[in-house]
């Protein structure tokens, strides 16, 4: 039902009518605010202070270094040690030499000759003295030196060659991070590489990309034969490994060129070149036969 002309002027006069009025809270509210800005002050004002001045502290005799210059009187100089009195040289008259006595005349001695002028190696500056030629020829600022001795000292390679095996692709590369792990097991599971057998014999190997070949392939070369059926591995090395003590002497040269114009074979010992010292030994024999004087 509508309202009748009272009720609504009720309450349009109740809508105008604003809220009491608190006077306690934002009494309480200033008085809080002001005693925080005391408080604030007072304290910047304690941190911001000068500090008490050390002279006005009173000093204790104790704590005073005291430093005292005392000048050095001079020594007095000491007075020279009195020298020795001259020796007394008594001169006895000479004694007339007898009628029969016997002699000698001292020869004239020999002048002796200025020593030679020591040479002099350096200048006054301590530069050794060169030659007029070497001193004109101008000295290089550097010269290269070759390395001398022995230069695998400074080879920082392994006494112990390492050699892969087939167990090496089982382990990581060294020195291969975390996200170099994962990196490299994605490829592996995504690249693979697959045999494909062409006719006429070719085989190619190619690389598959998630299962899809793609066109990288590669003619390997082919493996090498088995020698497992080889003969040759079983014999014995032509060189012996250990010397035998008890091995007989070698043949003499004379006697192995003797041999070989006999057409037997050559004893153990002979050297390998005895085809040619025999003909060496025939030309010194009969120098005629080829025009040589």
Known sequence: MPLDASTRAMLQQWHRRGAP???????????????????????????????????????????????????????AATPPPPLPAPPRVILKQPVPAARNAMTMQLATPTPTPAPAAVPQLYDRDGLPR???????????????????????????TSPVPYKATRFEQYFPPPGETLGGAVLRHVVEAVV???????????????????????????????????????ERLSMAPAKPLAVDPHAPPPPSVAACIAMYRAGRPLAWGCPADTPNRSVDAQLRKHPAATGQP
Request: aromatic fraction near 4%; charged fraction near 15%.
């Open 192 to 230: 693979k590489s697959t045999d494909v057998n062409l006719p006429h014999g070719v085989h190619l190997k190619c690389t598959t990309l998630l299962g899809v070949p793609i066109p990288n392939c590669i003619n390997p070369p082919a493996p090498p034969s088995k020698k497992d059926g080889d």
């Open 21 to 75: 009025p608190e006077r306690r809270l934002p009494t309480l509210a200033l008085a809080v605010a002001l005693l925080l800005h005391a408080l604030f002050m007072l304290a910047i004002w304690h941190e911001m202070r000068p500090p008490v001045s050390a002279a006005a502290s009173p000093e204790r005799p104790d704590d005073v270094l005291q430093v005292r210059f005392i000048a050095s009187a001079p020594q």
């Open 130 to 156: 060169l030659p007029a030629a070497a001193a004109s020829t101008a000295v290089p600022g550097y010269v290269q030196r070759m390395p001398a001795g022995d230069t695998r000292i400074m080879q920082h």
